[in-house]
C-alpha cells in the first residue's frame, strides 16, 4: 500500500523532459512510482490538473544565523523551497573563537545586510569548530532540508587573527597548513562546499573590505588542495573578475578537481564582463573541468520606501523631525503640510547620499501592485518628472506619500544597464549556468529576493510582455535537478522512482510572488521585507506535508544534509 498518491497532476519532473499527465506514489519519504498509479493508499489527494513539481533546490542563501533560530525557515518555506544551502559568498558563523563573534556579526551585517542587533540576539554561538556549527543546525526539525559552506572569511579570521582582516598580511606556512587541516575537517564533517568573496563590494558593517579578497595564489592553493585531499565540496565564489582573477580561479579548480560555481551578474560600469566570464566558464567545461555560473531571474535591486533601510528623504532634517511617527502619520503630513512638502523638495542636504539619489531617480520604478520587475525606462521618477515639468524629488515624494505610506520604488543597480531583461535571458539559457543569485535571508531592509523561484516560473514562464519566455521545463530543471546536481545532492531534484519525495503542487493560473511588506519578526524586534506568495497549494519534504494553501502544517521532516556522508539516489 502507498503512503500517498497524487492523483491527476501535470507533472513536470525536473529533467527537461515534457510535461505530462498523471499521478504519483510516496512511501518512507520516497517516490516510488510516476505516471498512471494503481493500488491503495493511506491518503489520495486529487489535485485537478495543478502543476506536479520538485521541490526547489535553492543552493544560494544566507540563512547561518537564522537556520539556528527559525524551523520554518521562512520566506524561502513560503516560496516552495525544500533545500536550502547557506554560507555562501565567504561569510558565516563557524568557525569561531570565543570573544571574535562580534567580527563574524559585523562582517555579515555589513555584506549581507542583516542587521547586527539581530545576529546578536538570535544567535548563541554555542559552537566554536565548524563541525560543532553543523552539529547544532543537526539538532534542530525544521520544514526544510538545510546544507552549509565553509566560509573563507570566519576560516581566515580564526587562524590569523586580526591579521586576517588585514589586507597587508599573508597567512605563514604553518597557518597555511592550519587553513588545509581546518577546510578538510569541515568537508570531512558534511560541509557542501568552501565559499569566498573576492570582490570590493563586499565590505563589513565598519567599512573593511571583506577578509578574503586578497588571498592569494598560495592561500588559493591551499584551499584547492584541501578539497583535492578530502575529495569533497563545491568552491563558490562571488567574484569582481578584473583581470587575470578567472585564471586564478581555474588554476585552483584545476589542482582540487572539483566543482566551480561563480556568481555571474551585470554591471553598468563593464556591461559586457558577464558574457567573457560566461565564454571562460564554458571553455573550461569543454576541457574537463566542472564550472557553472550562478545568475538570477530579475534585477538585483533595492527598494526604497518609508520604512524600509533606504529612505530617500531619511538624511533631510525636516523629515528626521517626524521620523518617529507610525508611518501613516509621516504618509499624511507628507501629502497635507504644504511647507514640508516644500522644504523636503527645495531644500536637499548637500551631501554624497542625496548626490547618490540623484542618480537612483534616473532608474527608479514604482514597483506597483503589479509587481514589474521588468520596467521600461521611460517609466522612471526623473522620466516621469521630466513629462510633468517638475522636480524628480517631487514625484517621489508624491509616490511615498500615498495612502498609508507603504509605496515602494525599485532602484535596479545591476543586471538592468540595458533597461531590460534581456541579458538575463542569455545567462538564463546558457548551459552553463544555473539559478543562484536569490541571497534569501539576506539583504532583509532592501529586497526580498527569496521569492525568486517563484518569479523564476511566473515571469519566465507565464507573464513576460517585453521578450520571449522560457518553457515551464526548461525553467523547472534549472532550479531543481541543475542545482541539486551541482552540489552533488544526487536524491533528489526529479519526480522519479528512488528520489526524494520532495515537492510542490502549485496552482500556476494563481501563483504570484507576492506584494513586498515590512513586517518585524526577527530577533530583537529586526525588520525585514518579506513576499507572500499565492498558489502553493501543497509543499511535500520527505514525503510529510510541510505546507497547505500557504500555511505550516507543523510537520517538520527537514534534515542538515552532510556533503561527504550525502546518500545518492
Known sequence: MHELVVRNARIIDGSGSPEFSGDLAVSEGR??????????????????????????????????????????????????????VFGNCGVGFAPVRPGTEEFLI???????????????????????????YLDVLESMPRVMDIGSQIPHGALRFFVMGERGADHLQVPTSDELSQLEDLICEALEAGALGFSTSRTTKHKAADGRLTPSLSAGDPELTAIA????????????????????????????????????????????HEPDLWRQTLRQIGQANEEGLAATGQVGCRPIGVLLGLDATVNPFGNHPSYKAIAELPVGERAALLRNDGDLRTRLVEERPQDAFSEWMDYALTRAFELGPELNYEPEPDTSVAARATQLGVSPWQVLLDLLARGGGD???????????????????????????????????????????????????????????????????????????????????????????????????????????????????????????????????????????????????????????????????
Open 225 to 268: 588542495n584541501a578539497m583535492r585531499e578530502a575529495k569533497a565540496g563545491v568552491l563558490q565564489v562571488n567574484s569582481d573578475f578584473g583581470p587575470g582573477e578567472f585564471e586564478a580561479l581555474r588554476g585552483a579548480t584545476e589542482i582540487s578537481q572539483r566543482p566551480l560555481s561563480a556568481l555571474i551578474i551585470q554591471v553598468d
Open 407 to 569: 509605496t515602494l520604488l525599485l532602484y535596479p543597480f545591476e543586471n538592468y544597464s540595458s533597461g531590460s531583461l534581456n541579458e538575463i535571458f542569455e545567462m538564463l539559457t546558457d548551459p552553463h549556468t544555473i539559478c543562484g543569485v536569490g541571497d534569501a535571508g539576506a539583504h532583509v531592509g532592501t529586497i526580498c529576493d527569496a521569492s525568486y523561484p517563484t518569479y523564476l516560473l511566473t515571469h519566465w514562464g507565464r507573464d513576460r510582455t517585453r521578450g520571449e519566455r522560457l518553457p515551464l521545463e526548461f525553467l523547472v530543471n534549472k532550479q531543481t535537478r541543475r542545482t541539486a546536481e551541482t552540489y552533488g545532492l544526487l536524491d533528489r531534484g526529479l519526480l522519479q522512482p528512488g528520489y526524494k519525495a520532495d515537492f510542490n503542487i502549485v496552482d500556476f493560473e494563481r501563483l504570484s510572488v507576492g506584494t513586498p511588506e515590512l513586517i518585524r519578526d526577527l530577533p530583537a524586534g529586526g525588520k525585514r521585507l518579506v513576499q507572500r506568495p499565492q498558489g502553493y497549494s501543497h509543499t511535500f519534504v520527505s514525503g510529510l506535508e510541510v505546507a497547505r494553501g500557504g500555511e505550516p502544517t507543523g510537520e517538520r521532516p527537514g534534515r542538515l544534509i552532510r556533503g561527504a556522508q550525502a546518500d545518492p539516489k
Open 106 to 132: 559585523n562582517l555579515m551585517e555589513g555584506v549581507e545586510d542583516i542587521p547586527g542587533t539581530v545576529l546578536a540576539e538570535g544567535i548563541d554561538f554555542s559552537w566554536q569548530s565548524y563541525p560543532e
Open 31 to 84: 517516490i516510488t512510482s510516476v505516471g498512471k498509479v494503481d493500488g491503495l493508499s493511506q491518503r489520495e489527494l486529487d489535485v485537478d490538473g495543478q502543476l506536479l513539481l520538485p521541490g526547489w533546490v535553492d543552493i544560494h542563501t544566507h540563512y547561518d544565523g537564522q537556520a539556528t533560530w527559525d524551523p520554518e525557515m521562512t520566506p524561502s518555506s513560503w516560496h516552495g523551497v525544500t533545500t536550502a
